[in-house]
């Protein structure tokens, strides 16, 4: 069952896991840097009312932006719908995500007849004339673009399969990765640097990131600091210990020295005794020469 049965048959059908998680990371990564947040108007899966002669004919787009539309900020104001007659600003962009019962629609393959309605085609193209529309077949991993030029949607070429929206100042393209821990090629909008545009709970993530780091940097700050702090002590303690052998050695040469003196005067002391006991036996008449 590719769209799940409304019991209303007059209703698409009701949101599948994608098309809940895929408008939301684009809801998400939408963050132009050319508006406030207040100053567009982001919905999904919303009836969108552009026929004022036929105020119960409505589209229901996959998600669209709408620039210049002011968002509610007030839980009373929140929108039910959206009313082209009221409203007056159009939808800037509409995103379509392809699936088998929808697909020639979405692609403007299908031939209305004179009583039906208008298609999403017609009514993109030739009523509300939506500068761009973006259709991203899943299955395939497809991103195509159109964009109005005389009326008339043409098909642009994408480069490296993105595409840049220079009034929003963002671009949008196809990113590989797991969002809500589901893998595979999501679209979302990148910035002016290329880069893709962090979701609040990425940016909350990376901020937890750069906060380890950062105190891992102060650790490591600390750490070098601690370092450099028992370098110079042990330099200072080898410093004391070489001041202190120093000491030891000139206590030692000093004491080496006062015991040379001392033997010097003792030897002096010897000699001026026995020099005296000569002169001594010399006034006593005696030869000291000739004693044993």
Known sequence: MYDLPSEDPEEPGLVDEFHDLQPDLLKKTCQSPNYSQNDYFIAKDLNLYYDSEHPLWYKRPDWFLVLGAQRGTNQQE???????????????????LLSPRTENEDLGLTERKQEERPTK?????????????VIYDRYKNQFRAFVLQSGKYEELELSQGRLWLEELGLGLGLWQGSYEEVAGQWLRFYNGMGNWVPTPEERAEQERQRAILAEDECDRERQAKEQERQAKEQERQRAILA???????????????QA????????????????QL?????????DPNSLP
């Open 243 to 257: 001041e202190d052998e120093c000491d030891r050695e000139r206590q030692a040469k000093e004491q080496e020295r």
């Open 121 to 133: 085609w017609e009514v993109y193209e030739e009523i509300l004339q939506v500068p761009y529309y």
């Open 78 to 96: 929140l929108r039910l719908s959206y009313v082209i007659w009221h409203e007056v600003v159009t939808p800037f962009l509409v995103v379509e």
């Open 278 to 286: 000569r002169d001594r036996l010399l006034q006593l008449g005696v």
């Open 260 to 275: 040379k003196e001392q033997e010097q005067q003792r030897a002096d002391n010897a000699e001026v005794t026995i020099q």
